[in-house]
């Protein structure tokens, strides 16, 4: 491949560099093993030469540009609205608590892989192919989902905006206008028109450049201290009454951390550039951990003043912060929020959609996708695979409103949240000699369990049931799931780090754990149409991986051996 000549765009590293965790079980002991699996990270530096130039600063703009826009400006408002009212900040503390469970997490992997693919490469090299599978489908909810979500979003905002200058205006024309943006039967042009231009940017040259970068997400983040400053400074404390509104209870917390997950994305970001970065052992886990507190904080804050303002009943669901500014009289606070939101956004939709393509060219060399995904063009460019992934995009954020798009891409996230944290256990703890499958079987065990504990704590919570059947069911079920993780503490040893410079999770396998039930817990929590939709986009993933891969063994068999080929064909015939 060519080499790319500018110094900003982030290097393509080869998935081929790593060796399959389980193919090194079959050929060495458990104890060199591990050692090998440590220096991989050694072998990809010395097989690739990379430009490390990102310091923790840039590493923490990426991380908190490609996340705190979409919490703020998209789902809090929705959420307040329809889920959890006062209390949506609680929710914004759930979920930040969960995130930085399994940030943790990536800190370690992010530092021990520094390549292309994240999640998807935990997974590979640590669980197998198909649970790489899940986590490619999962991570392509997070990029191009969330992108199109967000594009969504924007276009909804836009025509909020050109909708409040009609109110102010007698003139035919706004009219026009918004007949334009908004045609009915959930088209949104607007969502289509900053899809394709964040697309054609991308195809026409422009690449991550860290001025722009560290630009755009100060300027970010200083619009979002004004807004959740003057906020608070206008919150009334009777808005805040009740705390946890009666039609919402306490499952409407819960489901408002699901849903809030959404404005999380942006760890996948940071470990995407991993190979960019100056000191990655020690700098992937600080960018991690600060990006974490500062997106937290930011979240907790604006949604306390947001709800604080206005009562949640009059919060927009498209539009909280200008329309709370417009609704207290400040209508030149909510021309700014208006405004800013509106030059924001589009930001966040280029950042996001930028890691997609290289996740498609791991996935793409190692012959899950087609090899067009892998094709670059004259200056090592992913421009194929950015074309696909643009379109579909495009057509996703035009075609389907936000509320559809929120709990899918949600639930993708935990999900592949849930993938590293399993990632981090199966590489510092090992079965006994005696028991070799006993590491695993218990993880698979306490994710069962897990998912169960959930489903049964949601119907005794949420729905109320209070037999005494569900309640023997539900605490069976948690202490089963408690006695699989503390097995895997006791059972199986710990493996010891020769990398000293590498940041290693605290408290493995405990943390982890807690890690992988929380996001769990939170999946159960969605409704029934939410649960379906993730279910059976994972099945058609799985599917469609099964069936292109018995295809491809057809296709393999025939070509090695066509006598025997024409000799079923035969026996078939007869």
């Known amino acids: 491949m060519p080499p790319n000549n500018d110094s900003h765009c982030i290097p393509i590293s080869s998935p081929d560099e790593f060796t399959p965790l389980n193919q090194q079980h079959a050929r060495t002991d458990s104890t060199n093993t591990f050692h090998e699996f440590i220096n991989i990270h050694d072998r990809s530096e010395s097989t690739i030469e990379l430009h490390r130039h990102l310091t923790l600063f840039d590493l923490v703009c990426v991380g908190v540009g490609a996340t705190v826009g979409s919490g703020i400006y998209v789902v809090t408002g929705l959420i307040a609205h329809t889920l959890a009212g006062p209390a949506t900040f609680i929710s914004w503390t759930l979920a930040g608590c969960a995130a930085c469970l399994s ?16 999640t998807y490469v935990y997974a590979k090299e640590t669980l197998g192919e198909t649970v790489a599978v899940i986590a490619g489908a999962c991570l392509t909810l997070e990029y191009v989902g969330s992108a199109s979500a967000v594009a969504r979003s924007w276009g909804d905002k836009v025509v909020e905006y050109v909708r409040s200058l009609e109110g102010n205006s007698d003139s035919d024309g706004l009219s026009y206008l918004l007949m334009i943006l908004e045609p009915g039967m959930g088209i949104n042009p607007c969502a289509f028109m900053v899809s394709a ?56 917390i819960v489901r408002g951390a699901t849903s809030s997950f959404f404005g999380y994305i942006g760890f996948d970001e940071i470990c995407c550039i991993a190979g960019e970065a100056v000191d990655p052992a020690k700098n992937m886990p600080r960018a991690i951990i600060y990006t974490l507190v500062v997106v937290t904080s930011l979240y907790i804050t604006a949604s306390i003043g947001l709800v604080g303002m206005v009562p949640f009943e009059d919060i927009s669901e498209t539009s909280g912060f200008p329309n709370g500014f417009r609704y207290r009289g400040l209508d030149w606070a909510a021309q700014v929020a208006a405004i800013g939101e509106l030059v924001a956004l589009p930001f966040v939709v280029l950042v996001t959609i ?65 993938i590293t944290d399993a990632s981090v256990i199966l590489v510092r703890q090992r079965s006994p000699e005696s028991k070799p499958n006993l590491l695993k079987n218990l993880l698979s065990a306490f994710v069962a369990g897990s998912l169960s504990s959930g489903f049964l704590l949601r119907t005794w919570i949420g729905f109320g049931q209070t037999g005494g059947g569900v309640r023997f069911m539900t605490v ?22 020769p990398n000293k410079e590498l940041f290693l999770t605290p408290f493995v396998p405990t943390l982890p754990l807690a890690g992988i039930f929380i996001n769990l817990y939170l999946i159960t929590q969605l409704e029934t149409t939410g649960l379906l939709m993730i279910g059976g986009y994972v099945l058609v993933t799985l599917g469609s991986y099964w069936y292109s891969k018995a295809n491809v063994n057809v296709q393999r068999f025939s070509k090695d051996h066509p006598e025997r080929l024409i000799s079923l064909k035969k026996e078939q015939m007869s």
């Open 103 to 118: 940030g943790l997490c990536y800190a370690e992997q992010g530092g021990r892989f520094p390549s292309a693919g994240s």
């Open 197 to 252: 231009a964040a697309v054609l940017l991308l195809l026409n040259g422009v690449k991550e450049s860290k001025f722009i970068t560290n630009l755009f997400t100060t300027l970010n983040v200083a619009l979002l201290l004004f807004m959740a400053g003057t906020a608070l400074i206008l919150a009334k404390a009777e808005n805040l009454s009740p705390l946890i509104p009666p039609q919402f209870g306490v499952s409407g």
């Open 354 to 418: 930028m890691a997609q393509p290289r996740l498609q060219y791991a996935m793409a060399k190692d012959d899950i996708l087609p090899a067009v995904f892998a094709q670059t063009d004259d200056m090592g460019n992913l421009i194929y695979g950015l074309k696909i992934s643009g379109v579909l995009m495009t057509v996703v954020a035009t075609l389907i409103p936000f509320s559809h798009l929120d709990d899918l891409i949600s639930s993708g996230i935990l999900i592949a949240f849930t």
């Open 476 to 497: 069976i079920c948690c202490l089963t799931t408690m006695t699989c993780g503390y097995l895997m503490a006791t059972r199986c040893e710990r493996v010891a780090e």
